[in-house]
């Protein structure tokens, strides 16, 4: 008997995520064992880990809450991999290239995740109205 997110796509795309950042975080100089190395690894293991706290059995909008750290930690991430790229820490191109396609398929799902709890609690929520700057006088 396994755990309800054990069971979820989305988590299990967010441990293969993960394993490419372990793996670009070994390729980093050691001058960064305690900055970048150390930032990405631990943004990377709070995707999976708010993805299975939010399954809980908690309400949709608690679990929609979980997800949104997810994406924030995601998003970190990214962010790491950009400095490790502007560095030139890492000079393969194809491995960073799967490493942020890999990103853009997990923050796919995330999102969608996310929209279809919205949905199913009734959370709609509407376009904006457009905002006038200028009165007709």
Do not use: H
Not at 3 to 16: A, G, H, M, P, R
Not at 29 to 53: C, G, H, M, Y
Not at 64 to 76: H, V
């Amino acid at each position: 008997m396994g755990f309800k997110f054990e069971n979820l796509d989305v988590w299990k795309l967010s441990l293969e995520y993960s394993d490419l950042i372990y793996e670009l975080a070994n390729k980093l100089p050691e001058t960064e064992k305690f900055n970048l190395k150390s930032q990405i690894i631990r943004a990377a293991t709070s995707i999976s880990l708010n993805i299975a706290e939010g399954s809980t059995g908690q309400s949709d909008a608690e679990q929609n809450r979980f997800l949104g750290m997810a994406i924030r930690s995601l998003i970190e991430t990214v962010a790491c991999q950009r400095l490790i790229a502007r560095r030139n820490y890492i000079t393969d191109k194809y491995f960073l290239e799967k490493v942020d396609e890999k990103a853009q398929e997990l923050a796919k799902r995330l999102f969608t995740f996310r929209k279809t709890l919205q949905i199913r609690s009734g959370m709609i929520s509407e376009e904006a109205a457009p905002y006038e700057t200028e009165t007709d006088e």
